[in-house]
């Protein structure tokens, strides 16, 4: 058995693998014998006040914590959400067993149980067993993809039903490897000043399109990037009627000029530039991705009324995307601007100001602290920041 600490996250007692979690580099914790990371206790926090608000929409919660590790986040939810029943699952044999000494720990023996399984197979296995659970929570190594199609399929026939999930691949959503994100998410990424957006798009679109696939329609009412991670928790509705609509709607590309910056919404069925409205270079089609809202702002407003955490970073994200323009699927980074036009830095909300009186929406980006998301072209950005 492996040696263990009694530790506790929240409000819950916990085991967890010995080691100095102080001195452990976050790729070291990858060689512990079960996963446990305190880094991503907000992570898990957000997990919690997130729940806590939306639970009710989808009527007696039953989790699955799908890649559970020492069962944190689920012992959590049970315990301070709290959620009535949770299902856990760890390929790792070792991981098992010190979720079940932690269910125990914790008092959660009887509304729990604990699957051994690859979690890409488990959703189906449940699914055969007509075994039900309404929201599922996927916090994998790396990419979630190979788990979003198994989950989804699991939640296909409930009228509602709630997804979580954390991304870690980021080099891949980032535009670092376009092939890898190509054969992964079957869209393309490429290394623009707002990656991370197309980042974290790329991800939702992913799971819109296997939603829309079983006839569900997905909607995004919190998604984020944070630390080294993307978080994103999506509400599921069975609507197959207006299900094509709302993928219509929501699913497109950004085209974008690597020379100049300039970029546009692109919509499957509208003709296509190959070049440039503004220097005439060759553009680049990025996607498909989410371009619509990911975020709902009561349920954001109601998580940071709810979140305990100690992380100030992450609520300030949580502030700046209740505040952010969902209908841009892009930003411009304040200090590429001014060191392009060779001026001192540039005050966003100066910045955005003035874009607002000049008639264009403007706000900040949870994203990049120090960038501006607006639907004005690159010119105009660069003319008004000249006056700022
Ligand atoms: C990032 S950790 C999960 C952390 C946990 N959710 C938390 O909040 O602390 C990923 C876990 O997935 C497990 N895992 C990896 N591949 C798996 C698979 N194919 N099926 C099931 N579990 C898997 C690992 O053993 C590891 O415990
Ligand atoms: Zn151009």
Redesign the pocket.
């Known amino acids: 058995m492996v040696e263990l600490l009694l530790s506790s996250e929240g409000k819950v007692k916990l085991y967890i693998p010995k080691a100095d979690y102080k001195r452990l580099m976050s790729g070291e914790l990858m060689n512990l014998p079960?996963?446990?990371?305190p880094q991503?206790e907000s992570n898990?926090d957000l997990t919690i006040a997130f729940l806590k608000v939306t639970s009710r929409i989808i009527g007696k919660v039953c989790m699955l914590?799908?890649?559970?590790?020492?069962g944190?986040?689920g012992i959590r939810a049970a315990i301070e959400v709290p959620v009535p029943v949770v299902l856990f699952?760890?390929?790792?044999a070792e991981?098992c067993k010190v979720i079940r000494l932690n269910i125990a720990l914790n008092g959660i023996s009887g509304t729990s149980a604990v699957f051994n399984?690859?979690?890409?197979t488990l959703p189906y296995y449940l699914y055969k067993l007509k075994t039900r659970v309404n929201y599922i929570?996927i916090?994998?190594?790396g990419s979630p993809a190979p788990f979003v199609e198994p989950s989804i399929k699991l939640l296909s026939e409930l009228k509602r039903s709630i997804l979580g999930v954390t991304a870690t691949d980021l080099t891949v959503l980032f535009g670092r490897y376009p092939e890898k994100c190509y054969r992964i998410y079957g869209a393309w990424s490429h290394q623009v000043e707002y990656s991370k957006e197309v980042g974290l798009r790329i991800l939702l679109g992913y799971i819109a399109r296997i939603a829309a696939s079983h006839g569900l329609k997905a909607e995004v009412p919190i998604a984020l990037y944070h630390k080294h991670y993307l978080r994103a928790f999506i509400i599921l509705t069975k609507s197959t009627k207006d299900t094509v609509k709302w993928l219509i709607e929501n699913i497109g590309y950004i085209l974008h000029c690597p020379k100049c910056g300039w970029r546009n919404i692109w919509k499957p069925g509208e003709s296509l530039l190959a070049r440039c409205e503004e220097c005439g270079a060759r553009i680049i089609k990025l996607g498909p991705m989410w371009v619509g809202r990911y975020k709902d702002l009561d349920i954001v407003r109601r998580t940071i009324i709810n979140i305990r955490t100690k992380d100030k970073v992450l609520l300030k994200r949580l502030e700046i995307l209740s505040n952010e323009d969902g209908d841009v699927p892009w930003f411009y980074n304040l200090d590429k601007v001014s060191k392009k036009l060779g001026i001192a830095s540039i005050r966003v909300n100066k910045l955005i100001s003035s874009l607002r009186v000049h008639g264009y929406s403007a706000s900040r980006s949870h994203i990049s602290f120090k960038s501006v998301k607006t639907p004005a072209s690159m010119k105009v950005v660069e003319s008004l920041a000249k006056l700022v």
């Open positions: 079960v996963f446990y990371n991503m898990r914590d799908l890649l559970a590790a020492t944190v986040r699952n760890d390929l790792n991981a399984m690859d979690a890409s929570d916090d994998p190594f």
